[in-house]
């Protein structure tokens, strides 16, 4: 029958020029992104806020940390595997969903304790958004923008963390706390309307043998669409999805040759999410040891302007350069920056270096989570794959806090420098050995 409905659904998605359909989404999908890290990077400097005023302890607030990473390590790794069971839209309203009401529950929390409790609740759907928003984008841009695209939406996570720097420097010195909770549940509450109106993945939909939604949903993205429906209008009787490719089941992913795939992706995803997490969450805590609250503040606002920088740099170079480059060249950089941050004074420039540092661990991060790890997976396997591999990482978090705190105390901040350096170091190590390229071309299947 010449070329089957998926490889029509592919090189339609794969093949063309981005359509003003492709953009809605992409800026939808960047919404969403920055509504999930808003609350993620609230988190930890409300955290810093509250340590401050005596309402917790370092104690509690590495299980806040710890908890948010139990709660979204199960977030990421039920939604990978509904979302190659009832689709990538659907399980990205659920996600939202529960953040919405976990952020809700946040913001009337009478105890540290609670608070905590809660924060599970919004850490669960936190930790799925991310993921399969990146699959989704994966899935409906195409090729020739993949990269660059998701890299940009890298700038609303940046965005982001900015933005919630700038809200917590205005509002905790007021003891505004509980309305910075409010903010992600309105938001929330809007995306979840929006994105009952996108279209689900074709890709997906194909591989599940649906093909007549598949052309109604392409036909709403893709400018080829016409040619689908055409070419599949010829085929009488479409088989169904396990026999069209290689669309095997989970246990496909932990025997070769995927299984080196899902070692690599589960280190890189590991390192990344460790670097980024523990920048973002300890930054405020470290800046107010010798700091007021309103200085501390400002220079992690200061500091996190470098964030977007990292993804408008990945923007110019992601169509250009290998993935596995990049990631080599960049890791290597943040190595000898964050080195060099753990001995330089305030005074002496600390704070611009630091800029620098966060724009590199922002690139790392939204080249392995964003771009790379979704690029390592068949489309069957895709949601789930990356889940798997971020639902490591995930769990790296549940100790990452305690033993960053315990760094924190005996070292200052030489010590929680020094192990962003070895995180970054890791990545260069993992990349060189194991990485494999996968470039912009059409994704794996």
């Not at 470290?286 to 503040?297: N, Q, W, Y």
Request: proline share 5%; net charge positive; glycine share 10%.
């Amino acid at each position: 029958m010449g070329q089957g409905p998926r490889s029509v659904i592919d090189a339609a998605l794969d093949d063309h020029a981005p359509t003003t359909a492709h953009r809605r989404l992409f800026w939808l999908i960047c919404a969403a992104l920055f509504v999930d890290f808003f609350d993620l990077t609230m988190g930890g400097v409300i955290a810093a806020s509250l340590l401050r005023e005596g309402w917790t302890t370092l104690s509690l607030n590495s299980m806040f940390f710890s908890a948010a990473g139990l709660g979204a390590a199960a977030g990421v790794f039920a939604a990978g595997i509904l979302a190659d069971q009832i689709g990538r839209v659907r399980v990205l309203q659920l996600c939202l969903g529960l953040m919405t009401v976990g952020t809700l529950l946040c913001a009337g929390a009478p105890t540290m304790e609670f608070l905590i409790a809660a924060r599970v609740l919004a850490a669960i759907g936190m930790g799925g958004v991310p993921t399969i928003s990146y699959v989704y984008l994966s899935e409906v841009l195409p090729a020739r923008v993949r990269g660059a695209w998701i890299s940009g939406a890298g700038v609303a996570v940046a965005m982001s963390s900015t933005a919630a720097s700038v809200t917590g420097y205005y509002m905790l010195p007021l003891g505004g706390w509980r309305p910075m909770f409010l903010l992600p549940v309105v938001a929330g509450l809007l995306l979840i309307v929006m994105l009952g109106m996108a279209p689900e993945s074709p890709r997906w939909l194909a591989v599940r043998g649906r093909w007549q939604r598949a052309t109604q949903e392409l036909a709403r993205i893709a400018a080829a669409a016409p040619t689908l429906i055409a070419a599949s209008r010829t085929v009488a009787n479409p088989v169904p999805a396990a026999a069209t490719g290689p669309t095997a089941g989970p246990g496909a992913l932990f025997r070769a040759p995927l299984l080196k795939r899902l070692l690599l992706a589960m280190g890189l995803a590991i390192a990344a999410t460790v670097t980024s997490n523990s920048a973002v969450a300890w930054m405020p805590t470290v800046l107010m040891e010798s700091a007021s609250v309103e200085r501390g503040l400002g220079d992690n606002f200061v500091i996190m302007l470098g964030a977007p920088l990292g993804s408008v740099v990945g923007y110019f170079i992601l169509s250009r350069v290998s993935r596995r480059g990049a990631l080599a060249v960049t890791s290597i950089l943040g190595a000898g920056i964050a080195a060099s941050c753990a001995f330089i004074g305030r005074d002496a420039g600390l704070i611009p270096l630091a800029l620098v540092l966060m724009a590199l661990i922002n690139l790392v991060c939204t080249i392995i989570l964003g771009v790379y790890l979704p690029e390592l997976f068949p489309t069957a396997l895709r949601a789930r794959g990356s889940a798997f591999a971020l639902t490591a990482s995930r769990l790296s978090l549940i100790a990452a806090p305690f033993a960053m705190a315990a760094v924190l105390a005996a070292y200052g901040r030489p010590g929680v420098m020094l192990s962003l350096m070895a995180c970054f170091l890791v990545v260069t190590l993992l990349v060189t050995a194991l990485g494999v390229e996968t470039a912009s071309g059409p994704l794996q299947d």
